[in-house]
């Protein structure tokens, strides 16, 4: 089965960086549809952006502009640099993977795999 690792989360001021990593192994990451959901306090969890087969990339609206997903094949690593970070970003951050690129990119039921989520606190 594929597992998933997620580091760099964290605590950071307003206006500040982050850069979570998602490992990925048991499976070539070039072959699996990713990406990044969090979950706040009282809120639904919701996905943030994707990375299909193929490199194509998704953003939810509120992120755009602000948070950049890539890819490491070689290192089976997919990325989420955040940037100009808010404190409405806090929340527990997982990765998610799956097979193929059928079906949405933001819906937590697309998705076989999760990692154990990285916690990153905006003040």
């Known amino acids: 089965h594929v597992q998933l690792v997620e580091s760099g989360g964290g605590s950071v001021q307003a206006g500040g960086s982050l850069r979570l990593a998602c490992a990925a192994s048991g499976y070539p990451s070039s072959r699996l549809f990713m990406a990044w959901f969090r979950q706040a306090p009282g809120k639904e969890r919701e996905g943030v952006a994707a990375s299909a087969i193929g490199s194509i990339r998704y953003y939810a609206d509120s992120v755009k502009g602000r948070f950049t997903i890539s890819r490491d094949n070689v290192k089976n690593t997919v990325y989420l640099q955040m940037n100009s970070l808010k404190p409405e970003d806090t929340a527990m951050y997982h990765c998610?993977?799956?097979?193929?690129?059928?079906?949405?990119?933001?819906?937590?039921?697309?998705?076989?795999?999760w990692g154990q989520g990285t916690q990153v606190t905006v003040s």
């Open positions: 998610a993977a799956r097979f193929g690129n059928a079906g949405g990119w933001s819906d937590e039921t697309d998705f076989r795999y």
